[in-house]
C-alpha cells in the first residue's frame, strides 16, 4: 500500500511567522514531490515541485526534500492570513499521483 | 493556455439513481487525466487515472466507473448510487506527464 502521511492539523502561527509543514511516503520509488494549496470549499492548486534531495525556494515558499529518509517539508516564511488554507503532500511515481490527507493551517492576525 | 472544465458543480441525488460527470480538457493532446474523490474533511482518494482514449486503470471502487471516449474527455459514472458516494469529485490533468496536476473546479455530490 502506497501511504503519503501528514499531521492533519490545525496548525496554528502569528502573522509573519514560518509555518512548518511536514509529510513522509511510503514509496522509494517516488519520483516527483509536489505540495497543493486547497482554500475551503476550492480544488487543490499545485504551489511547488521538487524533484531530488536539498531545498527548492520560490518566493516565500522553500520545499525541501530527503528521499533516502522519505520526507518531504514545506516552510512557509513571513506567513500572510491568506495561507490560511490545508496544505496537501503529493507524491508520484509513474502516473500514479497520490496525496496525503493534509495539514490545515491557520495564520492569525 | 491549457483548461479544465467540470461539469455538474453541484448534485443531490437519491441512493440507487445514476451518476454521470463529465470533464474535459482544452488547450493541450494526449493528457494524462485523473479522477479523485475527497470526502469531507479528508484527503484526496484516487478513484481512476487514464492514459490515452480507452485506457482506464481502476483504484479503489466497485459501484463506480469511468471512461475516455475522446482523447480530453474524461467521465465518471455509476449505476446506482451509495450514501458513502458523498463527496468532492475532482477530475485533473496532468501538466508534464511528471505529474504536476491541474485541477478543475470539482463536483460536490450528496447521495441522500
Known amino acids: 500500500q502506497k501511504e503519503v502521511e501528514q499531521n492533519s492539523g490545525p496548525l496554528s502561527v502569528p502573522e509573519g511567522a514560518i509555518a512548518s509543514l511536514n509529510c513522509t511516503y511510503s514509496?522509494?520509488?517516488?519520483?516527483?514531490f509536489f505540495w497543493y494549496r486547497q482554500y475551503s470549499g476550492k480544488s487543490p492548486e499545485l504551489i511547488m515541485s521538487?524533484?531530488?534531495?536539498g531545498d527548492k525556494e520560490d518566493g516565500r515558499f522553500t520545499a525541501q526534500l530527503n528521499k533516502a529518509s522519505q520526507y518531504v517539508s514545506l516552510l512557509i516564511r513571513d506567513s500572510q492570513p491568506s495561507d490560511s488554507a490545508t496544505y496537501l503532500c503529493a507524491v508520484h511515481n509513474n502516473n500514479d499521483m497520490r496525496f496525503g490527507a493534509g495539514t490545515r493551517l491557520t495564520v492569525k492576525p | 493556455s491549457q483548461t479544465i472544465h467540470q461539469w455538474p458543480a453541484t448534485l443531490v441525488q437519491p441512493v440507487g439513481s445514476p451518476l454521470s460527470l463529465e470533464c474535459t480538457v482544452e488547450g493541450t493532446s494526449n493528457p494524462n487525466l485523473y479522477w479523485y474523490r475527497q470526502a469531507a474533511g479528508r484527503g484526496l482518494q484516487l478513484l481512476f487515472y487514464?492514459?490515452?482514449?480507452?485506457?482506464i486503470s481502476s483504484e479503489v471502487p466497485q459501484n463506480l466507473s469511468a471512461s475516455r471516449p475522446q482523447d480530453r474527455q474524461f467521465i465518471l459514472s455509476s449505476k446506482k448510487l451509495l450514501l458513502s458516494d458523498s463527496g468532492f469529485y475532482l477530475c485533473?490533468?496532468?501538466?508534464?506527464?511528471?505529474?504536476?496536476?491541474?485541477f478543475g473546479e470539482g463536483s460536490r455530490l450528496t447521495v441522500l
Open positions: 487514464s492514459v490515452g482514449i480507452g485506457q
Open positions: 514509496d522509494r520509488g517516488s519520483q516527483s
Open positions: 521538487i524533484y531530488s534531495n
Open positions: 485533473a490533468w496532468d501538466g508534464g506527464g511528471i505529474g504536476e496536476l491541474f
